[in-house]
């Protein structure tokens, strides 16, 4: 009888002993109840009850758990005290793009201010005895006055000479350019030998948009792409203008017309 025991225990554990050798499979999925197919690992084959699943191509999907705000680095360390399931860490927060010039400094002409309105173009109460045509300048009020025939004047803000060029008496208008091109004298190349000897018109030229040059002198009344030395003493002498005020300026007077300088 005994020897019957026997052969059976012996028999039993040989067809045990196939499964003890198997490793431990380590699927969540197993030990959760979830009901998604587990995807075998590249250890296991197949089982042939399951439709085979191509483990390359497989994504490498993690679960996390909601009921735990303990992240322990996920994997198996997670997987044996996480409650069964493996936690991914957090991904880092994408980068917030700033602005490409965000840092550029604001160029110093952005901030200049306008000029006063006081300087813009105006018609006002004329009461001197200069002719209706006439140009007179105030180099001290900063104001060029073309007198009407009716009692009034277009007044016009200017900029003038600064200190050491100044200068005051009767002119007449010889020639009237549209864009002119600008020559320095010679005077204010010795001055500034760092200026160009020509320049061409256009809207960076010091002389404007359009230029009325004042008898055989160097001076003219011109235009300006600095609109905010209206109403200051900066030139060497000549008549500073608006763009568009000179433009203006330019379509009612003809050659000939007489200036006067006070």
Not at 61 to 80: D, M, P, Q, T
Not at 203 to 212: D, H, Q, V
Request: glycine letters at 10%.
């Amino acid at each position: 009888m005994q020897r019957y025991v026997v052969l059976a225990l012996a028999v039993g554990a040989l067809s045990i002993a196939p499964a003890l050798a198997d490793p431990m499979p380590l699927n969540p999925d197993i030990y959760t109840g979830s009901t998604r197919r587990p995807v075998p690992s590249r250890a296991t084959a197949p089982q042939p009850a399951h439709e085979p699943v191509d483990a390359e191509r497989a994504p490498a999907v993690r679960y996390a758990s909601a009921e735990r705000e303990v992240n322990l680095g996920g994997g198996f360390i997670e997987f044996l005290f996480g409650g069964g399931r493996a936690v991914a860490p957090p991904r880092p927060q994408a980068e917030v793009a700033m602005p490409r010039y965000a840092a550029l400094p604001t160029r110093p002409e952005d901030t200049r201010p306008e000029p006063d309105p006081k300087f813009l173009k105006q018609t006002v109460t004329y009461t001197g005895t200069e002719k209706p045509g006439t140009i007179v300048i105030d180099t001290l009020q900063r104001f060029l006055f073309l007198v009407q025939d009716d009692g009034t004047a277009v007044r016009y803000g200017i900029g003038v000479g600064k200190p050491g060029f100044t200068w005051a008496g009767v002119k007449a208008i010889t020639a009237k350019k549209e864009w002119p091109d600008w020559v320095p004298p010679p005077e204010m190349l010795q001055r500034r030998p760092d200026l160009p000897s020509w320049m061409a018109g256009g809207p960076e030229n010091p002389l404007g948009a359009r230029a009325l040059y004042l008898g055989s002198s160097l001076y003219r009344i011109h235009g300006s792409n600095e609109p905010w030395t209206i109403g200051q003493a900066v030139s060497s002498g000549c008549i500073r203008m608006r763009n568009e005020d000179v433009t203006d300026l330019y379509t009612r007077v003809k050659v000939g017309t007489k200036v006067i300088v006070i």
